[in-house]
C-alpha cells in the first residue's frame, strides 16, 4: 500500500473532533483568519487556537501570514493532506473487491 | 469514517462459503494483487487453528497478519489486519459477515481504519470524505455486479 499510515493516523486522529472537521471545511472553501474560525465555530479564542494546533500538527492545514502585517494568521487547507487517508480507502476498498470477486469464483467453481 | 465495506452473493450456504473463506483462502486469495501485505508478497494466507490469520513467505518466514477475535461459522468472521508497512502498534479491524440470501450467501467485508474515529462521528456534517467514499463504493458495487454477470452460470 502506497498510503504512509503515520499519516492516515495523525489525520485520523486530527478529523476525529466534529470542530476540527468543520474547520477543515470552512478551509476546503477559503483561508480565513483565526478569528474568522472561531466566530464560524462559535468557540472562544483559546479553545480554536488549540484545534488549529492539532491540525496544523498533523498536517492538515498551514499558517501563514500576509505580507503587510505579521500579527495576523491566515489558515489555509494543505495541498494534497487528505490525500493519504483517501488512498488508504480507496486502495482497502480495491483489495477487498478484487479478493472477494477471487472467493466468488472459487466457491463457484468447486459448486459446479 | 474510516471504514470500507465491500460484498457481494455467492451461489453457496452460510456455513459453506464460511467453511472455505477460512479453510481454502490459500487457494482463492490473490496474491498477485494490487498491492502487498508484505515487501516480499503476499506468501500463503492461512487462518491458525482458530486464533490468527498467518501467511507464509518463500523463504519460509510467517508473518502474523492479525488476530481472530470472532470465529462464528456461517455467521461471522473477524480478525485484526496489519500489513508489513503499518508501525508494530498499530492495526486495522476486519469483519466479515455470512448473510442467507435465498439459496444464495450475502458476504459482507468491513474493514475499519484506525479507531481514533469514535463512532458517533461517523457520517456527520456534510464531511466531504464521507462522499467521496460513498462514490467509491458505488463505483465498486458496479463492477462486482459486473464480475457476477460476467461467471457462467451455475
Redesign the interface.
Known amino acids: 500500500m502506497s498510503a504512509k499510515p503515520r499519516t492516515v493516523d495523525t489525520t485520523l486522529a486530527a478529523l476525529a473532533d466534529p470542530a476540527r472537521r468543520r474547520v477543515v471545511e470552512l478551509l476546503g472553501e477559503r483561508p480565513r483568519r483565526a478569528g474568522e474560525l472561531a466566530d464560524a465555530l462559535r468557540l472562544p479564542a483559546p479553545a480554536m487556537s488549540r484545534h488549529l494546533r492539532a491540525l496544523k500538527q498533523s498536517g492538515l492545514v498551514e499558517e501563514t501570514h500576509p505580507e503587510f502585517d505579521a500579527r495576523v494568521r491566515i489558515y489555509t487547507l494543505k495541498a494534497g493532506a487528505m490525500s493519504d487517508l483517501k488512498t488508504w480507502l480507496a486502495e482497502t476498498e480495491r483489495l477487498w473487491a478484487q479478493q472477494l470477486g477471487a472467493f466468488k469464483a472459487h466457491i463457484e467453481k468447486k459448486r459446479k | 469514517?474510516?471504514a470500507?465495506i465491500?460484498?457481494?452473493?455467492?451461489?453457496?450456504t452460510p456455513d459453506?462459503?464460511f467453511e472455505?473463506?477460512t479453510q481454502?483462502i490459500a487457494?482463492?486469495?490473490?496474491p498477485k494483487?494490487?498491492?502487498q501485505i508484505t515487501p516480499r508478497g503476499d506468501g500463503v494466507l492461512s487462518f491458525e487453528g482458530q486464533q490468527r490469520l498467518i501467511t507464509t513467505l518463500p523463504n519460509g518466514k510467517v508473518f502474523e497478519i492479525g488476530k481472530v477475535t470472532a470465529w462464528a461459522p456461517g455467521e461471522r468472521l473477524s480478525f485484526t489486519w496489519r500489513?508489513a508497512?503499518?508501525?508494530p502498534e498499530?492495526q486495522?479491524d476486519v469483519t466479515v459477515r455470512f448473510e442467507p440470501v435465498g439459496d444464495e450467501t450475502r458476504?459482507t467485508?468491513e474493514?475499519r481504519?484506525?479507531d481514533?474515529?469514535?463512532q458517533a462521528?461517523v457520517a456527520?456534517?456534510?464531511?466531504?470524505?464521507m462522499v467521496?467514499?460513498q462514490r467509491?463504493?458505488e463505483h465498486?458495487r458496479t463492477?462486482?455486479a459486473r464480475?457476477?454477470e460476467r461467471?457462467p452460470a451455475?
Open positions: 469514517m474510516s470500507v465491500v460484498s457481494l452473493r455467492v451461489k453457496a459453506e462459503a472455505v473463506f481454502e487457494a482463492w486469495w490473490r494483487g494490487l498491492f500489513q508497512t503499518f508501525r498499530q486495522t458476504v467485508v474493514h481504519g484506525w481514533a474515529i469514535p462521528h456527520r456534517h456534510g464531511f466531504p470524505l467521496f467514499q467509491q463504493a465498486w463492477l462486482l464480475f457476477g461467471l451455475v
